[in-house]
């Protein structure tokens, strides 16, 4: 049997029951948009979080684009509102900034966690500046204790891009109650996955909270009734109740990726005798991550992926270019600061199968592929 990227089929059939039941009764309840279980899932992933408020919606980038707008970033300013991000990110983080109608200024990253340098910050500081928008990339929440305090010596507002890190530990906290705002993805391959398009929003600050709830609604105060400009970013029923189930079992999940994580990294020590741009995740004192990827860095990585293909192992790349070098970014937002990290980044990353059902076998047959693929990649960069 051939190794997947992610094995989310054995996760349904551990959950089948749970899950089928959930979806029976939203079928026959007639409730498939803002029934009961959608506030009832709201409910648990803020007390999961530890955060005051949350608001599921349509999807990751709805979560990132919700707060924006209902912060009133990148409308009703003569001057463009500019919003500090990573270099490093799926396109999601800089295009909500882009459709909220701010500017994306993009900061470089540390090359050994890929999330955003917080050093870069105060130089990209301007008087347009309103936020800062931090990723916590790969499962790893980002250093927010470090960007929240620019942040108020500044007075911006600090929105984390979850997506990846849903239920990651930061500190005595978890990653999304820390900032003004975080929004994160429920895409099925993320962590925490729904089966279609789905994202939450959480927040502290209850006006924020209100307004991010009217902004779902199409900036309805009450039905009919449109005091902002909103969108539809309703999550259906159905979503939240397979949310519902997929909670029952999520802390294991996060434990048995730790362990796969952790299994990996112990048997690849020393592979950077083979190639010296070999690097394991590190992940910070202090962070838990929820491992949404686990990431190497190798010199060729063109025949490193050749070469796991032909031993049965599928790879990917999160991702092949930073975002200011994607073309439509390249050519309509500003450059104002270089970004080596992200490009090197972009051309030396490289991630495993990653999924919390694998076996101890599957296991092993993927670190001796890596081992093969290392050593095979640096010795045939032809
Ligand atoms: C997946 C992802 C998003 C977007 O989430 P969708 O649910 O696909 O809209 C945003 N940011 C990051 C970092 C992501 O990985």
Known sequence: MSVPFIDLKSQYKALKNSIDSRIQK??????????PEVAELEKLLAEHTGTKNCLAVGSGTDALLLPLMALGIGRDRLAMDEVITTGFSFIATAETICLAGAIPIYVDIDKKTFN?????????????????????LYGQTADLDEIN??????????????????????KDKKSGACTTAAGTSFYPAKPLGCYGEGGAVFTN????????????????????????????????????????????????????????ASNYTENFIGLEKFDPEFSTPLIKPGNRSVWAQYTLTVTNRDIFQKKMQELGIPTTVHYPLSMPDQPWYQKNTPHRFEVPNARWAGSHVVSLPMFPDMDEATAAKIIEATKTSVQFSFENNK
């Open 26 to 35: 939203v079928l026959e309840s007639g409730a498939y948009i803002s029934g």
């Open 116 to 136: 955003m340098d917080p050093a870069k910050i105060e130089a990209a500081i301007t008087p347009q500046t309103k936020a800062i928008m931090p990723v916590s």
């Open 205 to 260: 600050d209850d006006n924020l909270h209100l307004a991010m709830k009217e902004t779902r609604e199409h900036g309805s105060e009450k039905r009919y009734y449109h005091t902002r400009l909103g969108i539809n970013a309703r999550l259906d029923t159905i979503q939240c109740a397979i949310l519902l189930a997929k909670m029952e079992r999520y802390d294991w999940e996060v434990e048995a990726r730790n362990r796969i």
């Open 149 to 170: 305090a620019i942040a108020k010596k500044h007075n911006l507002f600090v929105i984390e891009d979850t997506a990846q890190s849903y239920g990651a530990g930061y």
